[in-house]
């Protein structure tokens, strides 16, 4: 089954550090990789998402890469700011036809240290 | 407009007590979802839908049960509580036909669940 595994489960950086968080997956018909941050006591929302037919997507400080072959993306996050400090979530989709789910990695924990 | 609305907010249940969470989307969604939130275990998917009137298993799906008879809301229902479901649970909602492109998917404010 899908299953997607997300690492570190905890990073903390220095403010205007750089902040790398990778997942990896195992279904290959997942066409979707979206991010979300989770806020203390809040909902997650999206900060980034990329399609299987792009490599990598850029928003500002924030990345998203993509590798098909290896199964894996990652999360870069520039120039570090103490409200960047989240528990960052990865997951993998597939969207059209019958399909839909959306599976999630279990978190890192952002730290960014003033 | 709305986006995801979640009721009830806190619930405490007693042991063997069955109670339904209620998920309603007004962005005209074909794709919900409910997930629950342990310390720990990130969000783990229960069971997800992708139109009215269907509905699958996800990850956790054991306890659950789930209905989508009209396309705006998913019902979740835990038929006997048990302690092991004590939990944040959170509803999603994704995909609309008339935004193809748009997949993001918006979470509703979540419900607190304790089981006693």
């Not at chain 1, 899908?2 to 690492?7: K, S, T």
């Not at chain 1, 991010?35 to 809040?42: M, N, R, S, V």
């Not at chain 2, 069955?18 to 229960?46: F, K």
Request: net charge neutral; aromatic share 10%.
């Amino acid at each position: 089954g899908e299953n997607v595994e997300q690492h570190p489960s905890t990073l903390s950086v220095q403010e205007g550090d750089s902040a790398v968080i990778k997942c990896t997956y195992s279904d290959s018909a997942s066409n979707y990789f979206p991010w979300y941050k989770q806020e203390l006591g809040k909902r997650p929302q999206l900060i980034i998402d990329i399609r299987s037919n792009v490599g990598e997507k850029k928003d500002q400080r924030i990345a998203v890469t993509l590798n098909k072959t290896a199964k894996h993306f990652s999360l870069h996050i520039t120039e570090t700011q103490p409200e960047d400090s989240a528990v960052y979530f990865c997951a993998e989709g597939n969207y059209g036809g019958s399909q839909g789910n959306l599976i999630f990695g279990k978190g890192t924990k952002l730290s960014v240290k003033p | 407009n709305a986006g995801v609305t979640q009721t009830p907010k806190f619930r405490v249940l007693k042991t063997g007590q069955s109670m339904t969470l209620l998920c309603a989307q007004d962005m005209n969604h074909e794709y919900m979802y409910w997930y629950r939130q342990d310390p720990g275990m990130g969000l783990r998917l229960i069971h997800y839908s992708v139109g009215e009137g269907t509905t699958a298993k996800g990850e956790v799906p054991d306890g659950y049960n789930v209905s989508r008879l009209k396309k705006q809301n998913f019902l979740l229902g835990l038929e006997s509580a048990a302690p092991s479901q004590t939990s944040v649970y959170f509803c999603a909602s994704s995909y609309s036909v008339d935004r193809p492109m748009n997949t993001e998917a918006f979470f509703g404010q979540g419900t607190r669940l304790t089981v006693v």
